[in-house]
Structures are given as C-alpha cells and as structure tokens.
C-alpha cells in the first residue's frame, strides 16, 4: 500500500506553521539585539579599562619622574626621618614665604589707597588756565611737590584757596616758586611744594 505526502502542505515540518514561523523571527530578532548590546557593553566597558590603565600609567611615570628628581636634589636623604626633618624645613620656609608676600601685599594695598584720595582731588580742582605736569606724594598727601604751568600767575592763588578745602587743606607750603617759561611764550612754570628735599633725598 502506497502512501502519499505532500510536502507543500502548511504545517508539515516543525517550526514554519503560520504561527510557529513568526515566533521563531522575533525570538531570532530578540537574541540578536540582546547579544548586540552585550557585545557594545563588552567593548565600552574595555575601553574605559584601557583608559584607566593609561593614566595609571601616566601617574606612575609622572611619580617616578618626581622621585629621581627629589633623590638627585637631595642625595643625602636615605630614611623616613631625614625626609620628614626636610618636609618641614621646607613646610617653614614656605610659611615665612606666604607672611613675606602677605605683609608686602598688605604695604601695596595701604599705599594705594593713601594715595587714592588725593589724587582724585587733584583731579577734580582744575582750573582753567593751569595745569600740572608732575606730581610727587609721600606718605599720601603728607609730603608733596606740584609742577605745572599756568597762563596767569594769579591763578595760583585761587588755586592754593581751592586745595585747602580739600585733603590738602592744613597742610603749609614751604616752598612757592613761579618763573617764566623759557621754551613757551605766555606761560609761567610753577611748583608747590612742602619739604621737597625730603622728597628728592628719598627717592632712589
């Protein structure tokens, strides 16, 4: 007895029935991405130890480097005590260092603002017809000396009337001279000052 089988039909062989089919693509899809994105974490996760150790590296080059320099600077250092006692030999020269740089820092900052306010007076009393073209201060205001020309001499005492109502006001002039410009017609060269030689003895 003779037996037919049709190999066309739907459903004859295990996995492609019209359900079976489709489960098997999407399970194959699923495994692929799973394994994809495994595969990509595997990667990164590499790189990044392979990052890692390069700066391990780096360090360790770098702290060697370092260590052959201290050795070659100090050659007599060979225990824990010599280094220590040099830590802070050199912890205290970088505190008188710091206090140094702190105090001169803090005679900069005194300076500047001694000098602030009178400058900003002398330039606010300007008058028309004088002005100055060199100015000396010491100690702020205390010591100074003022040269300049002027159109009119008689400009120079509204002038000094003008001074003594700001910072400069109660301070004595000691010296006053006024004399005929040589170089420019029609102007006068003056100075004021209070003990100018004391400013001229002190400056280097």
């Known amino acids: 007895m003779t037996r037919q089988v049709n ?5 004859l062989l295990p996995g492609f029935g019209p359900v079976q089919l489709p489960s098997f693509i999407v399970g194959v899809v699923i495994s692929l991405t799973v394994a994809a994105v495994w595969i990509t974490s595997s990667v990164l996760t590499r790189q990044a130890f392979l990052a ?9 080059s ?27 030999q050199l912890a205290s020269q970088l505190q008188t260092a710091r206090e140094t740089y702190r105090g001169l820092a803090n005679q900069v900052e005194n300076a500047i603002e001694g000098f602030h306010t009178p400058l900003i007076q002398l330039a ?30 008689e400009l120079i005492p509204q002038y000094l009337k003008e001074l003594g109502q700001s910072s400069f006001g109660g301070i004595s002039i000691d010296q006053l001279t006024v004399a005929k410009s040589s170089d420019q017609a029609n102007l006068w060269r ?15």
């Open 52 to 60: 890692e150790e390069l700066q391990w590296r780096a360090t360790e």
């Open 62 to 88: 770098s702290s060697l480097e370092q260590l052959n320099q201290f050795r070659q600077q100090y050659p007599e250092i060979n225990n824990e005590s010599q280094l220590t006692g040099v830590n802070l």
């Open 7 to 11: 190999l066309l039909r739907a459903g």
């Open 190 to 204: 003056f100075t004021l000052s209070n003990q100018r030689t004391v400013i001229l003895q002190e400056q280097p």
């Open 124 to 153: 606010e009393h300007d008058l028309e017809g004088l002005w100055l073209d060199s100015i000396a201060l010491k100690d702020g205001q205390r010591f100074f000396s003022l040269d300049g020309f002027v159109r009119n001499p």
